[in-house]
């Protein structure tokens, strides 16, 4: 026995040894039937000795059992977006920006990289094993998807590291090339099933396949660029930690390159730029990031991407077309938004029928008439635009004014607050209603899984339901009378109506859709508030300024919403219909408050961004630039000009100690 169970460890490390020659340095040292051979082996005696499989063995790669549901969890460090420079100026802007938080006249040290056009995930390593994979989901807390990831051929269930980190968290992409998109379409159209609009949309669709087996048909690779928190070895500098998951048999991709200083940077992009059509796979752009860690801690972040990063985005791709027609859409608040339709055309990657023209305004701005050939542009993620008019066919083509009168519900309409957009002012206006029910079930709102908008639009139609709260009325037998939907899809909806009452205070108050109240404003007033709607629902626009990321647009939007007693009612018979809001039992000290930090030297018992993490927490305020009005300077090793500038203004210096010492009093 003790033979067999060394032979089966021996065919791990060496399939997971050839699919690193393979897949990563793309250079087999075995042929396919001698890889065969060993994984056949492999299969035999798992299949003689069971109990000696494991989920970490490469025949596991499609064993698990579908599931019903992904479960959430929290990333033990957010996973952070990346701001955007639009053209070569922002580059240098940028670079501008680096230097100065970095004090350094000389040029800077940048890992360029291209900037994968997939879906970013994160992989954790526990002693060398792969133990979990999160979607990036809000940043702050992904899905586990880690069966689905598994199925990544590229992938390693294990790393090649004899001695490998207690810890080890790598951020990355899951894309699909462009080669293998084309033929999984031709296999989805050969099986009569919907093809996909692109490659990122299909990565997309099959990390979130419930079943496995599914994902492991789908030709998805991976590329890691990033770290997350790491144990047990350091790294001074970006390279370094690319040079050694890539030793360890993580896929890294093979254009990331050293660059110094601004030139070379606009070098890289303009080459990728050029060249991007030739790769295998879809870019939108590169990538800037400081290669030394100590600079990044200097640099600090903000609170959704980090100052020391940038994604350099390539120019929007454009094409003709020609409006059929310009039709009218009424958005939950009311807000009435002319689409142009438009003969179907291709750019970067997608099939554009549909483009928004915004308001009024742009309509005139830009002359738009139905039958117009217009110039469209489109960019990554961007929604796609109309640039100008290129040919007008018929001269006589009257302008297009947006009715008065709301297309959903002949409602007047009207200007609100000089906005630039015609709003319907019927707030019992169908589609209003179904736009606010959509915006309440989906996934950052209440995420009421199975009830999508096709469905939702189907119980509004079928007058089942009229305002938010009468999700929570609906009878089984009602909905599986509506077209088409069986008893088990009815018995599911209800499950997950059920299911998703329990929520947090900021996914309520987001999917209640109190205009200018986004995800991540809800989350501040969840922490501000603590909790608790009572509190919220009494607060007044003084208190609400007090926050530091809320202006007055948002605390006028807040407060005029619970000026509305329909909105009350509606908060109310949730609550009685069983919506419960978690109390994160944190009843956090605003000592802080009123008081401005700046950093200065090199943090060693922690780094920047968790010290402005608790700064924030705290009530605090962070800055760069040292003031009069800075009221704590903390000076780490090496301290910069600030030092001296904060004894002349007599301004208090803490030592990082002293720093920890403030906080931990509390
Ligand atoms: S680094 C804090 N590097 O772009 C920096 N991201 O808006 C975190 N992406 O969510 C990301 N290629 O999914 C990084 N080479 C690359 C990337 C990359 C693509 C994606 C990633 C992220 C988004 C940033």
Same mark, same amino acid.
């Given at each position: 026995?003790?033979?067999?169970?060394?032979?089966?460890?021996?065919?791990?490390?060496?399939i997971?040894?050839?699919?690193?020659?393979?897949?990563?340095?793309?250079?087999?040292?075995?042929?396919?039937?001698?890889?065969?051979?060993?994984?056949?082996e492999?299969?035999?005696?798992?299949?003689n000795?069971?109990?000696?499989?494991?989920?970490?063995?490469?025949?596991?790669?499609?064993?698990?059992?579908?599931?019903?549901?992904?479960?959430?969890?929290?990333?033990?460090?957010?996973?952070?977006?990346?701001?955007?420079?639009?053209?070569?100026?922002?580059?240098?802007?940028?670079?501008?920006?680096?230097?100065?938080?970095?004090?350094?006249?000389?040029?800077?040290?940048?890992?360029?990289?291209?900037?994968?056009?997939?879906?970013?995930?994160e992989?954790?390593?526990?002693?060398?094993?792969?133990?979990?994979?999160?979607?990036?989901?809000?940043?702050?807390?992904?899905?586990?998807?880690t069966?689905?990831?598994?199925?990544?051929?590229?992938?390693?269930?294990?790393?090649?590291?004899?001695?490998?980190?207690?810890?080890?968290?790598?951020?990355?992409?899951?894309?699909?090339?462009?080669?293998?998109?084309?033929?999984?379409?031709?296999?989805?159209?050969?099986?009569?099933?919907?093809?996909?609009?692109?490659?990122?949309?299909?990565?997309?669709?099959?990390?979130?396949?419930?079943?496995?087996?599914?994902?492991?048909?789908?030709?998805?690779?991976?590329?890691?660029?990033?770290?997350?928190?790491?144990?047990g070895?350091?790294?001074?500098?970006?390279?370094d930690?690319?040079?050694?998951?890539?030793?360890?048999?993580?896929p890294?991709?093979?254009?990331?390159?050293?660059?110094?200083?601004?030139?070379?940077?606009?070098?890289?992009?303009?080459?990728?730029?050029?060249?991007?059509?030739?790769?295998?796979?879809?870019?939108?752009?590169?990538?800037?990031?400081?290669?030394?860690?100590?600079?990044?801690?200097?640099?600090?972040?903000?609170?959704?991407?980090?100052?020391?990063?940038?994604?350099?985005?390539?120019?929007?791709?454009?094409?003709?077309?020609?409006?059929?027609?310009?039709?009218?859409?009424?958005?939950?608040?009311?807000?009435?938004?002319?689409?142009?339709?438009?003969?179907?055309v291709?750019?970067?990657?997608?099939?554009?029928?549909?483009?928004?023209?915004?308001?009024?305004?742009?309509?005139?701005?830009?002359?738009?008439?139905?039958?117009?050939?217009?110039?469209?542009?489109?960019?990554?993620?961007?929604?796609?635009?109309?640039?100008?008019?290129?040919?007008?066919?018929?001269?006589?083509?009257p302008?297009?004014?947006?009715?008065?009168?709301c297309?959903?519900?002949?409602?007047?309409?009207?200007?609100?607050?000089?906005?630039?957009?015609?709003?319907?002012?019927?707030?019992?206006c169908?589609?209003?209603?179904?736009?606010?029910?959509?915006?309440?079930?989906?996934?950052?709102?209440?995420?009421?899984?199975?009830?999508?908008?096709?469905?939702?639009?189907?119980?509004?139609?079928n007058?089942?339901?009229?305002?938010?709260?009468?999700?929570?009325?609906?009878?089984?037998?009602k909905?599986?009378?509506?077209?088409?939907?069986?008893?088990?899809?009815?018995?599911?909806?209800?499950?997950?109506?059920?299911?998703?009452k329990?929520?947090?205070?900021?996914?309520?108050?987001?999917?209640?859709?109190?205009?200018?109240?986004?995800?991540?404003?809800?989350?501040?007033l969840? $922490?501000?508030?603590? *909790? /608790?709607l009572? @509190?919220?629902? !009494?607060?007044?626009?003084?208190? =609400?300024? #007090?926050? +530091?990321?809320?202006?007055?647009?948002?605390a006028?939007?807040?407060?005029?919403?619970?000026?509305?007693?329909?909105?009350?009612?509606?908060?109310?018979?949730?609550?009685?219909?069983?919506?419960?809001?978690e109390?994160?039992?944190?009843?956090?000290?605003?000592?802080?408050?009123?008081?401005?930090?700046?950093?200065?030297?090199?943090?060693?018992?922690?780094n920047?961004?968790?010290?402005k993490?608790?700064?924030?927490?705290?009530?605090?305020?962070?800055?760069?630039?040292?003031?009069?009005?800075?009221?704590?300077?903390?000076?780490? $090793?090496?301290?910069? *000009? /600030?030092?001296? @500038?904060?004894? !002349?203004?007599?301004?208090?210096? =803490?030592? #990082?100690e +002293?720093f920890?010492?403030l906080?931990?009093?509390?």
């Open positions: 026995m003790n033979d067999i169970k060394k032979r089966v460890k021996e065919l791990r490390t060496l997971e040894k050839h699919n690193y020659h393979y897949y990563i340095l793309n250079d087999p040292i075995i042929s396919d039937g001698e890889w065969d051979n060993l994984f056949r492999l299969e035999n005696i798992e299949a000795y069971p109990n000696l499989i494991n989920k970490l063995s490469p025949t596991q790669r499609v064993g698990a059992i579908p599931i019903d549901s992904f479960n959430t969890i929290a990333h033990r460090k957010p996973m952070l977006s990346l701001s955007n420079a639009m053209n070569n100026q922002d580059l240098v802007l940028f670079d501008e920006r680096i230097k100065k938080l970095l004090e350094k006249s000389i040029d800077i040290e940048y890992i360029a990289e291209p900037k994968l056009d997939g879906i970013g995930v992989l954790v390593y526990e002693n060398g094993d792969f133990t979990l994979g999160l979607t990036r989901g809000d940043g702050f807390e992904g899905e586990d998807i069966q689905n990831l598994r199925t990544i051929r590229s992938l390693p269930l294990k790393l090649l590291a004899s001695k490998p980190p207690k810890l080890l968290e790598v951020r990355g992409e899951v894309f699909i090339n462009k080669k293998d998109f084309v033929k999984l379409n031709d296999r989805q159209s050969e099986n009569n099933i919907q093809i996909f609009s692109n490659p990122r949309n299909a990565a997309a669709g099959s990390l979130r396949q419930l079943d496995s087996k599914i994902t492991a048909n789908r030709p998805l690779s991976i590329n890691c660029y990033e770290p997350g928190i790491i144990d070895i350091d790294f001074d500098t970006h390279f930690f690319l040079k050694y998951i890539k030793k360890i048999g993580l890294v991709n093979n254009l990331i390159k050293k660059v110094v200083g601004i030139s070379k940077m606009k070098v890289y992009h303009n080459n990728l730029e050029l060249n991007r059509n030739k790769l295998d796979y879809e870019i939108d752009g590169t990538v800037f990031k400081l290669n030394r860690y100590i600079e990044r801690e200097k640099a600090g972040s903000r609170s959704r991407s980090p100052r020391w990063a940038i994604a350099g985005k390539f120019k929007a791709q454009q094409a003709t077309s020609t409006i059929k027609n310009i039709t009218i859409q009424v958005g939950r608040t009311g807000a009435l938004t002319p689409v142009a339709r438009i003969e179907p291709f750019i970067s990657g997608v099939t554009v029928t549909n483009v928004t023209l915004h308001n009024q305004d742009e309509i005139d701005r830009k002359d738009i008439r139905i039958g117009d050939k217009v110039l469209i542009e489109r960019s990554g993620d961007v929604i796609p635009k109309i640039v100008k008019v290129v040919n007008r066919k018929n001269k006589n083509t302008k297009f004014k947006i009715d008065s009168i297309p959903s519900c002949g409602h007047t309409t009207k200007n609100v607050n000089d906005e630039a957009i015609i709003r319907c002012l019927n707030t019992y169908p589609e209003q209603t179904k736009g606010r029910i959509q915006h309440y079930c989906s996934k950052p709102a209440m995420n009421i899984e199975g009830l999508g908008k096709k469905i939702v639009e189907q119980l509004i139609n007058k089942l339901i009229i305002n938010i709260d009468d999700i929570y009325s609906i009878e089984k037998n909905i599986s009378e509506i077209n088409g939907m069986g008893n088990k899809s009815a018995k599911n909806i209800i499950e997950s109506i059920n299911k998703s329990k929520t947090t205070f900021a996914r309520f108050i987001y999917a209640l859709g109190i205009r200018n109240v986004g995800e991540h404003t809800a989350k501040i969840e $922490k501000k508030y603590n *909790s /608790k009572d @509190k919220f629902i !009494q607060t007044t626009e003084k208190e =609400l300024l #007090e926050i +530091n990321e809320v202006g007055e647009i948002v006028k939007s807040i407060v005029g919403f619970w000026k509305d007693k329909n909105n009350l009612n509606i908060v109310k018979n949730c609550l009685e219909k069983g919506v419960y809001i109390q994160k039992n944190e009843s956090v000290s605003e000592f802080l408050n009123g008081n401005i930090f700046v950093f200065t030297g090199s943090l060693e018992l922690m920047r961004n968790d010290a993490k608790m700064i924030d927490f705290f009530g605090g305020i962070t800055k760069n630039t040292l003031t009069k009005n800075t009221t704590h300077l903390v000076a780490g $090793k090496n301290p910069g *000009s /600030k030092l001296n @500038k904060a004894k !002349q203004l007599n301004i208090p210096i =803490l030592s #990082e +002293n920890l010492e906080i931990k009093n509390k």
